[in-house]
Nanobody, 115 residues
Framework: VQLQASGGGLVQAGGSLRLSCAASGSFLRVNSMAWYRQPPGKERELLGTHIDGYTHYADSVKGRFTISGTTNTLWLQMNSLNAEDTAVYYC?????????????WGQGTLVTVSS
């Protein structure tokens, strides 16, 4: 199973960015997907989890970030970005296959917000 995250880059404060994450490979079912981020020098934090068509958001991003997805793809729409949103953004997926159920991580995509 591979997770490919993309869409990161440099954006000015107040701007928007849309990240995507696609799961590929041989598996039976993607049970849930989620977005995390890790700001420089800080711990990784959960932004939101998408499961059964619903998204559960962390309080820190409610109203500015929107997570949506299909069966194997997850998007993160980020609006009104500020310098504190600078981070490496990761997606993960809880995936079931013939081998069992495991959590997989994407490689991360860097978002830099310039003030």
């Amino acid at each position: 199973v591979q997770l490919q995250a993309s869409g990161g880059g440099l954006v000015q404060a107040g701007g928007s960015l849309r990240l995507s994450c696609a799961a590929s490979g041989s598996f039976l079912r993607v049970n849930s997907m989620a977005w995390y981020r890790q700001p420089p020098g800080k711990e990784r934090e959960l932004l939101g989890t998408h499961i059964d068509g619903y998204t559960h958001y962390a309080d820190s991003v409610k109203g500015r970030f929107t997570i949506s997805g299909t069966t194997n793809t997850l998007w993160l729409q980020m609006n009104s970005l500020n310098a504190e949103d600078t981070a490496v953004y990761y997606c993960n997926a809880d995936v079931s296959g013939a081998w069992g159920t495991f959590v997989y991580w994407g490689q991360g995509t860097l978002v830099t917000v310039s003030s």
